[in-house]
């Protein structure tokens, strides 16, 4: 599929808005969300043995702070914070395992950060090995890891691969050397292709690699160059991220000026330049910010309408509950979600008590449930299939949400979508928007006061 970008249309529809790894948004989750609330949606979630688990391990630590970055993370080189971290996860993880019912099969095992890699070979193989002592690990789990092309080795992606490790993800964002001194990223692409080859040799089934637009000095010609070059290391995914530039949120920002980012029409022609580039190399735009050859699975799930929306973005395991360890994570589970505490020490003290280490949550309504549901369908599926989501939700789709589909005549006279009897389309182009087009269905957004990055 190849999208010809109209940018007069990005310009008409770019606004702050939610990108929906939940509904309800984080910003909807409250401190008044507690344990024993938290334990009897796990008991609740216990009652169906075959539903499948995913888990997520979060790893905070980083070698340096990339000057852009959005993540939970801290900066460390010494090894005793990180074995002393390692420990506690394993102590949740019991806390957990005493749990979940033991008949439950892990599907999905997904390590962000931070950095993982930045665990040793030794601790990566130990976590690996402790994950299936812990938890029934299906023996096709899709079983996937963030990296850092800084500081790995060969061992380390030998370590992954006995630790199970069957996906890669590899922080790439820009090639050009004055973009990576403005953003405190120096690695060439010498380094980036050493890595990518070591991934295939060692036989993982799939690599993702990360570009961001929008950085320091980028251009549109600077950017084609990056992708170029990334493109001849031939990966399966490409997620390709807009930097928001939020110093008040995120104090180490100002370390990039201001007047050495792309002014707002370069951003643009970046975008465009993105999305025409990837779709004629063979890459569908799957939706957001991912790309994915037309053969990958992501792809296939999509064209199948089995696409999953959850906090590490798109996937392809249907109807699991999501477990997750460490500090900051965010766990879902059918009726509710739940954060943990971002700072270290109130997440050991919380472990070393025996309880959930949760900072904050919230418990779905029954709407809630719907409109998930909804949102979910419409940004994986790149449309609405009336009778299917009204036998899934056993409601008159059309009755109960009339509205919200009669309000969309902008949309459809812009060429972003079709309303059709039984179901509503979003064209290639409207892919851009669909979180426009789901903000319609957001129950909660009137109520809304958070700071959303913005859409397009
Ligand atoms: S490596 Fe990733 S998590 Fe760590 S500072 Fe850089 S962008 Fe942030």
Redesign the pocket.
């Known amino acids: 599929m190849t999208i010809d970008v109209d940018l007069d249309l990005v310009r008409k529809y770019d606004r702050p808005g939610p990108r929906y790894t939940s509904y309800p948004t984080a910003p909807h989750f409250t401190e008044a969300f507690t344990g024993a609330e938290w334990e009897r949606h796990i008991e609740e979630a216990n009652r169906t043995a075959d539903r499948p688990l995913s888990l997520y391990f979060h790893i905070p630590f ?1 070698d ?3 000057w ?4 939970n ?1 801290l ?1 460390s080189r010494r090894r005793e914070p990180i074995d002393e971290y390692v420990g506690y996860l394993y102590r949740e993880m019991d806390l957990y395992a005493r749990r979940i019912h033991p008949d439950r099969e892990v599907v999905q095992v997904h390590f962000g ?3 993982p890699t930045h665990l040793t070979p030794a601790q990566i193989r130990d976590v690996g090995r402790r994950i299936r002592e812990t938890f029934r690990v299906a023996p096709d789990a899709e079983i996937s890891v963030e990296m ?1 092309p800084r500081g790995l080795t060969g061992d380390h992606i030998a370590a992954l691969r006995d630790a199970g490790f069957n996906r890669a993800s590899l ?1 790439v964002q820009d090639f050009d050397p004055r973009v990576q001194q403005a953003i405190n ?1 120096v690695h060439d692409a010498r380094l980036v292709g050493q890595v990518v080859q070591w991934v295939k040799e060692a036989g993982f089934e799939s690599l993702n690699l990360d570009l961001i637009y929008g950085l320091p000095h980028q251009s549109v010609a600077t950017f084609a160059d990056t992708i170029d070059t990334v493109l001849a290391f031939e990966p399966n995914r490409l997620a390709v991220f807009s930097y928001a530039h939020v110093p008040w949120m995120k104090a180490h920002m100002k370390l990039i000026r201001t007047e050495d980012l792309p002014a707002p029409e370069v951003k643009l022609g970046m975008l465009k330049l993105i999305t025409e580039t990837l779709g004629a190399h063979g890459y569908e735009y799957i939706g957001m910010d991912h790309f994915a050859r037309e053969d990958d699975e992501l792809t296939r799930a999509q064209r199948e309408g089995t696409l999953q929306r959850n906090f590490q973005g798109y996937s392809t395991r249907a109807g699991t509950d999501i477990h997750a360890f460490g500090m900051s994570s965010i766990s879902q589970l059918p009726r509710a979600y739940a954060q943990h505490v971002k700072d270290l020490p109130r997440y050991y003290a919380e472990v070393e008590a025996g309880r959930f280490p949760l900072e904050r949550g919230i418990t779905l309504t029954d709407e809630d449930v719907e409109r998930r549901t909804v949102i979910m369908r419409l940004m994986c599926d790149m449309g609405l299939d009336y009778a299917r989501l009204g036998a899934d939700l056993g409601i008159d789709f059309t009755a109960r949400y009339g509205e919200e589909i009669a309000s969309l005549d902008e949309f459809e006279e812009d060429g972003l979508i079709r309303r059709l009897d039984d179901r509503l389309e979003v064209t290639p182009m409207g892919r851009l928007f669909i979180r426009n087009l789901a903000m319609t269905f957001d129950g909660r957004l009137a109520h809304d006061h958070a700071r959303y990055s913005r859409t397009v």
């Open positions: 980083c340096t702070l990339c852009f970055c959005g993540c993370m900066v950060g931070g950095t850092d922080g990223r």
